[in-house]
């Protein structure tokens, strides 16, 4: 079956843009969740989606936000970017959530560059 | 304030020899464990997992190791292989089978040489 799909794969944006990054979830999949992986700070949890709803969220900004479709794909959009947005983000989708450790696979990521 | 800490940022050892990667956590309500291996360009995969009720899991050339009362856990591999050089995270969560976020470590960067 295809794996979580993540579009695009890269993506440079300019400082006090927005940007939206897309994630389609293996097919049956209704828990989406996002983070962000930088060199600095390691893979945080920004937040997660189940059944188009947001059912766990992070400590980010008001900044970060997203929603997810009835098909269960989901979508992150950060307005005003900053630098430090710069990062590799990272979806994964499970039947569930993050307890169902075999079934939570993530994608390749969306590799976002703000200058 | 950092939940999951790896405080090795790399590691290094010889083909066949034992790698031990180290996790320390400090929430008590964390009661699963993961392990998470990541090449770059690719997303994190799932290697093993362990819950608060045991202290030992093995799949394989992989051992977890758990000691609730240090609340560390530790990543066997033996024999280490070439193909295991990768970054290796672990993660922690609070309920197995509720729809929990993972708080994952810094990372460990582990180098196998021929």
């Known amino acids: 079956k295809a794996g979580v799909t993540q579009t695009p794969r890269y993506l440079i944006k300019t400082r006090g843009q927005q940007v939206t990054l897309s994630c389609s979830p293996i097919?049956?999949?209704?828990?989406v969740s996002w983070y962000q992986q930088t060199p600095g700070q390691g893979l945080q949890f920004l937040f997660e989606?189940?059944?188009?709803?947001?059912?766990n969220k992070g400590n980010f900004p008001g900044r970060f936000s997203g929603r997810q479709f009835s098909n269960s794909r989901s979508e992150m959009n950060v307005s005003t970017l900053e630098l430090g947005d710069s990062a590799l983000y990272l979806c994964?989708?499970?039947?569930?959530?993050?307890?169902?450790?075999?079934?939570?696979?993530f994608g390749s990521g969306t590799r976002l560059t703000v200058v | 304030d950092q939940q999951v800490k790896q405080n090795s940022p790399s590691l290094s050892v010889q083909e066949g020899r034992i790698s031990i990667l180290n996790c320390d956590y400090t929430?008590?309500?964390?009661?699963?464990f993961l392990w998470y291996k990541k090449y770059p360009a690719e997303g994190p995969t799932f290697l093993i997992s362990?819950?608060?009720?045991?202290d030992k899991n093995e799949d394989g050339r992989f051992t977890v190791f758990l000691n609730k009362s240090a609340k560390h856990l530790s990543l066997h591999i033996v024999p280490s292989q070439p193909g295991d050089s990768a970054v290796y995270f672990c993660?922690?969560?609070?309920?197995?089978?509720?729809?929990?976020?993972?708080?994952f470590g810094g990372g460990t960067r582990l180098m196998v040489k021929p």
């Open positions: 097919s049956g999949h209704r828990s």
């Open positions: 929430n008590s309500m964390f009661d699963y």
């Open positions: 362990i819950s608060s009720i045991k």
């Open positions: 993660a922690a969560t609070k309920g197995l089978n509720a729809g929990n976020m993972l708080t």
């Open positions: 989606y189940f059944s188009e709803t947001q059912r």
């Open positions: 994964a989708s499970s039947l569930a959530g993050a307890g169902q450790a075999k079934g939570y696979t």
